[in-house]
C-alpha cells in the first residue's frame, strides 16, 4: 500500500492501516508531516503561531478535541467580535459597527438554502439588502478563504456547526500525535499508473509497486497537475474536481515589541479599506507580543503573489492605524502564511462552486478499484477541517482493506 501525502488524512490513513496489520509507505513532498495543519517558529521560539488550522471545530464530535485534552493542550476563549473596528483607518463611528452587526443578524436564515438549484452564498443574501450582502462577504472571506460569488449555498450549509476549541499549536499537536509513523519525507510523487494489476507510482526517489494507493494531496495539487495519472482520471472524478476550488485563507504573523504595545489591551481588530482586503487582526494570542492578521478571497490571492515583503508592509500599515503613534517601530519581524502560493497546497482549504454541490462524494468513488482519495475536501461535512481530513483518512483506509478483502 502506498499513501500519498503526510496530512492528517494521510497520517490518519496510515495509523489506521497499522492498527490493522497492513503494511504501508507513506510518501511526502515537504520536509515534515502534518500539511496544513503547522505552527510556524520563523518569528522566534517565544512567537510561535499557527500558519494553518488553529480551531478544532465541531468539537463535540472531532477526534482532535480528546486528543488535545489529553496532551494537555491550552485552550483560548473567544467571542468572535473584534473589539476594535476601523474603516479606511479611521476608527468606526457607532452607527457603523452597529450596521455592521445587524448585517450579520439573521444571516445564517438567509444562507439556508430554498428550493431548486444551488446558489452561491452572494446570491442568497442578495435579498437581505446591502448590509446583508457585506456581511456574507465578510463571513467567506475570513471564514472560507474565498469570496462569496464562488461558495456553494448547500455545500456550506452542509458543513458540521458545533462547538470551537482555539487550541496553542495545533500543527505541533498533530505533528507529535503521529510522530512515529514512518514516513518518507522530502519525497514528492510525480505520477501515478493505474494501468495494469498494481498500481506503480513515481516519486523522486524511484518507483513504488503497491496493489492500491491512498492519494491525500490538497485539490489544489490535484487541479493543477501536480501528480500525472496514467491513464488519466475518469470522467466522473474529473468532474468532481471541476467543481472543486481551493480557498485562499492568509495569515500574517506580526511580532511586535512589548515595551512599545501592549497587544492584549487592544482586543482582536477589524480593518476594512475601500477596494482593500478586509483584515482580522488576533491581538496577542496566547498571551504573546504577536498580531496575527487574517484575510482571504481575491485580495489575499494578489498578495500572496506579491510576497512576503508587500504582505508583512500591508499589515504593518493597518495595524499603524489601530495602534496610532504607539505603532512606530513596534514591529519587529513579520511572517507570510501564504497557500496560495504553496506548490504543495495550491490554497488554503477546499471549496465547492455553486451548482456542484455533490462534488465531495463524488470524489470519493475509488478510481479503476486501485486509487482511493482522501482528505478534507472529501470529508463532508466535517470538510475544510483537520478533524474531518483525519475521519476521511480511516474512511479511505477502511475502503481499501474492503477492496482487498481484508
Keep these: 500500500m502506498v499513501i500519498v501525502g503526510a496530512g492528517s488524512a494521510g497520517l490518519a490513513a496510515a495509523a489506521s492501516l497499522r492498527t490493522a496489520g497492513r503494511s504501508f ?55 468572535g467580535w473584534a473589539r476594535t473596528l476601523t474603516i ?8 457603523e459597527k452597529a450596521r455592521r452587526r445587524s448585517g450579520f443578524s439573521g444571516l445564517d ?10 446558489p452561491s452564498l452572494a446570491e442568497a443574501a442578495r435579498v437581505g439588502g446591502p448590509d446583508a450582502e457585506q456581511a456574507a462577504a465578510g463571513l467567506s472571506r475570513l471564514s472560507l478563504g474565498e469570496d462569496p460569488d464562488r461558495v456553494s449555498a448547500i455545500d456550506y450549509a452542509r ?11 495545533y500543527g505541533d499537536l498533530v505533528a507529535r500525535h503521529f510522530a512515529d509513523l514512518p514516513v518518507s519525507l522530502g ?30 494531496v490538497p485539490v489544489g495539487v490535484l487541479r493543477a497537475g501536480g501528480i500525472r495519472f496514467t491513464p488519466a482520471l475518469p470522467d466522473a472524478a474529473l468532474g468532481a474536481l471541476d467543481g472543486l476550488r481551493m480557498g485562499a485563507y492568509t495569515k500574517i504573523g506580526l511580532r511586535l515589541d512589548p515595551a512599545k504595545v501592549d497587544a492584549a489591551a487592544l482586543g482582536d481588530a477589524v480593518s476594512l479599506a475601500t477596494g482593500g482586503p478586509t483584515l482580522y487582526f488576533e491581538m496577542s494570542p496566547f498571551g504573546r507580543s504577536l498580531a496575527v492578521a ?13 510576497g512576503e515583503p508587500a504582505a508583512v508592509a ?52 475509488p478510481v479503476g478499484g486501485r486509487v482511493f482519495f482522501a482528505g478534507e475536501a472529501l470529508a463532508g461535512g466535517g470538510a475544510m477541517t483537520v478533524g474531518g481530513a483525519t475521519l476521511d ?5 477502511r475502503d481499501v482493506l474492503k477492496a482487498l478483502g481484508t
Design 25 to 79: 509507505t507513506l510518501v511526502e513532498a515537504r520536509d515534515r508531516i502534518g500539511g496544513r495543519a503547522f505552527t510556524e517558529r520563523a518569528l522566534g521560539p517565544d512567537c510561535p503561531f499557527d500558519a494553518g488550522a488553529e480551531y478544532i471545530h465541531w468539537a463535540e464530535r472531532n477526534p482532535w478535541a480528546p486528543i488535545a485534552r489529553q496532551a494537555g493542550a491550552r485552550f483560548a476563549r473567544e467571542d
Design 109 to 118: 436564515a438567509l444562507l439556508e438554502p430554498k428550493g431548486a438549484g444551488d
Design 88 to 95: 479606511d483607518g479611521r476608527p468606526a463611528s457607532d452607527a
Design 393 to 397: 483518512g480511516e474512511r479511505a483506509a
Design 187 to 216: 519525497c514528492p510523487v510525480r505520477a501515478i499508473d493505474w494501468s495494469g494489476r498494481d498500481v506503480r507510482v513515481e516519486t523522486a526517489r524511484g518507483a513504488l509497486t503497491a496493489a492500491a494507493v491512498i492519494v491525500t
Design 159 to 169: 458543513l458540521w456547526s458545533g462547538s470551537d476549541l482555539w487550541v496553542d499549536g
Design 294 to 306: 487574517n484575510l482571504g478571497g481575491d485580495l489575499a490571492r494578489d498578495l500572496c503573489r506579491a
Design 314 to 365: 500591508l499589515a504593518t500599515e493597518r495595524l499603524g492605524a489601530l495602534l496610532g503613534a504607539r505603532a512606530r517601530g513596534a514591529v519587529l519581524a513579520g511572517r507570510l502564511a501564504g497557500w496560495w502560493t504553496d506548490p504543495h497546497a495550491r490554497g488554503s482549504y477546499s471549496i465547492v462552486t455553486p451548482g456542484h454541490a455533490d462534488a465531495r462524494d463524488r470524489l470519493r468513488e
